[in-house]
């Protein structure tokens, strides 16, 4: 190992996200999913609530003592999100921010859905701006799906109020974080007979003024869960041909350029699966394959990124079903592999340019999942490795990418074993390759005493790790 280079991560071409946690589902910390998936994503879905006028706010509704009992999943008072405890009087030390650190420290960027009362104050939103400033680059999606029918936002405001409340929010959270991406998340169209979308008037003006479009679409749902059960000639559940989904998402696009004169800005998938109660575990799998397949073959480049909806699940809307006798375990579904392949495909990973030779001490810089430099370290393998690990002396925070695969070192971590990336990628001739390294924030947070830390973060690399490379066993078999 004599020489080292400096290398740049860039976006794909189209994002992969993902979203992790919901009403349906628990947060599911992100060494599990590097581990299950093999890869980052470029940003992870969050979603709370935000009812601060409610006297039972900030508890999660469906636990308050006493309350009626529901007979359908928003027939709460308020959305039965876990609750954001930021805010006028809150602090950061709980939800949603110890989620929020946690992805970041392992090189991706937060997806904070939230549903907010539409009725709160300028002070509210001035306060949720001051808890999103230390977190990078940060994309927020205020009231999502803001053209149904079923979040209390609607219930408690017209769709118009709905609008003027999501111009109001995004300008005054800018104003205090500036780090801040906003998404507007309507229904956009929904049938491919009409020529508008769901509610276009109410909401043109936050077309044009949000930094991001999007549109949540389901394959198939069953929106009845877990109420109900889908069974055919229900009323709780629909299935839709993935043809018309995507020509609805892009259809969607162009309506959107259309209201905001022609210029384009970035379009999301924020929400996108097949729901296995509806099409069964195998026919969600092959609907996701297909969704992503169209996406190759159609060369949509207008398309920036899709948030696959969820890890792991109650229903069989995740990667993984919930066992339900350990909250904490998941039970794979067939999309699993499904979605792994497709993750490691080029249109969705991001891109990486090396650059020039460098030595050490080095700066590091953490802008975003689409934007840091790190180091990239050539490898050589005499043949086929049987041990090869990182031995590190430091407390650093670390991504690490070789033949694939990528791997996180806490503070805390000593020695990384490299072998999973050769498990499914095995290597028998020489070969030579990278090992890539990039430094995400340690806390999670950036350092704003710093002139630019409301956008980058930076680590200094005083010394490599020792790299241990075997091409045989400690001990030779002894027959």
Not at 6 to 16: G, H, I
Not at 366 to 384: V, Y
Request: glycine letters at 8%; a negative charge.
């Amino acid at each position: 190992m004599d020489k080292i280079f400096s290398v740049k991560l860039n976006k794909a071409r189209c994002a992969a996200d993902i979203g992790d946690g919901s009403e349906r589902g628990e947060y599911v910390p992100q060494d599990y999913i590097l581990r299950r998936l093999g890869r980052p994503h470029r940003a992870v879905s969050l979603m709370y609530c935000y009812y601060p006028l409610d006297k039972e706010f900030p508890a999660r509704i469906s636990e308050v003592p006493d309350m009626r009992k529901a007979r359908f999943q928003w027939d709460y008072p308020y959305d039965d999100y876990f609750p954001y405890l930021g805010g006028p009087g809150g602090n950061t030390n709980g939800e949603p921010f110890t989620s929020m650190r946690d992805i970041r420290r392992h090189g991706q960027d937060v997806i904070l859905t939230l549903t907010i009362d539409p009725f709160i104050s300028d002070e509210h939103l001035a306060a949720i701006g001051d808890d999103l400033r230390p977190f990078g680059r940060l994309f927020l999606r205020i009231n999502h799906e803001a053209t149904g029918n079923w979040f209390e936002f609607n219930k408690r405001a017209a769709y118009q109020q709905v609008a003027d409340f999501y111009c109001r929010a995004i300008h005054i959270i800018k104003e205090h974080a500036p780090n801040v991406l906003t998404i507007l998340c309507i229904g956009g169209v929904e049938d491919l007979n009409a020529e508008e979308m769901v509610k276009e008037k109410e909401f043109a003006q936050a077309v044009r003024e949000t930094d991001i479009w999007s549109v949540d679409k389901y394959i198939s749902l069953h929106w009845g869960f877990p109420f109900d059960i889908a069974e055919r000639g229900g009323n709780s559940h629909q299935r839709t041909s993935v043809k018309d989904i995507f020509e609805m998402i892009k259809r969607s696009y162009e309506r959107f350029m259309y209201l905001n004169g022609g210029v384009p800005k970035p379009m999301l998938v924020s929400e996108l699966n097949s729901d296995g109660d509806v099409s069964g575990a195998y026919g969600q799998a092959e609907d996701i394959q297909r969704f992503y397949d169209m996406i190759e073959a159609e060369n949509a480049d207008w398309l920036s990124g899709v948030t696959f909806y969820q890890f792991r699940d109650r229903g069989r809307l995740g990667l993984e079903i919930q066992d339900v006798n350990h909250r904490d375990t998941g039970v794979p579904q067939p999309v699993m592999d499904v979605y792994r392949e497709i993750i490691h495909r080029p249109r969705f990973m991001p891109t990486m340019v090396k650059g020039e030779e460098i030595t050490l001490p080095v700066k590091l810089r953490w802008g975003s999942s689409e934007d840091a430099e790190g180091i990239a370290i050539p490898l050589h393998f005499d043949g086929e490795p049987h041990f090869c690990e990182l031995h590190f002396e430091d407390d650093s925070n670390l991504m690490i990418e070789v033949n694939g695969q990528w791997f996180y070192k806490s503070p805390e971590a000593k020695i990384i074993d490299l072998m999973p990336a050769f498990f499914g990628k095995r290597i028998s001739a020489p070969t030579d390759m990278e090992l890539r390294i990039f430094a995400p924030p340690v806390s999670g947070e950036n350092d704003l005493s710093l002139p630019d830390g409301l956008y980058n973060y930076y680590c200094t690399l005083e010394k490599l790790p020792k790299i241990r490379i075997r091409t045989a066993p400690t001990e030779p078999r002894p027959d």
